[in-house]
């Protein structure tokens, strides 16, 4: 369950993302027939699926709806690391990679 706090910030990075967004070219009827084969795959894999907050929304869905995660990136490893699936699908940012060593 989310604090209030979490549901805000996620709430403002959402907005911020659909600014952002650029369009694609899936209907809604394709988009729920991808998110249904994904949720089996899930299940199929014995997989979970955890989400930035700076993913796509349907990305956050998807692990808010199959049982993931969607928080920041300590809280997506924490997560992961007490989940008991054989897999952890990570839906992360570039910046989640960099460090101060990293290369552009």
Do not use: W
């Amino acid at each position: 369950m989310l604090t209030k706090h979490e549901l805000d910030d996620r709430i403002l990075v959402q907005e911020h993302l659909a600014r952002e967004r650029l369009p694609v070219d899936v209907d809604q009827a394709q988009r729920e027939e991808y998110k249904q084969r994904i949720k089996q795959l899930l299940i199929e894999k014995d997989a979970c699926l955890v989400a930035h907050y700076y993913t796509e929304e349907v990305l956050q869905e998807l692990a808010d709806e199959t049982g993931g995660c969607v928080s920041d990136s300590l809280e997506m490893a924490r997560f992961g690391n007490q989940h008991p699936a054989k897999t952890l699908v990570v839906a992360g940012v570039r910046f989640m990679g960099d460090s101060q060593n990293s290369q552009p």
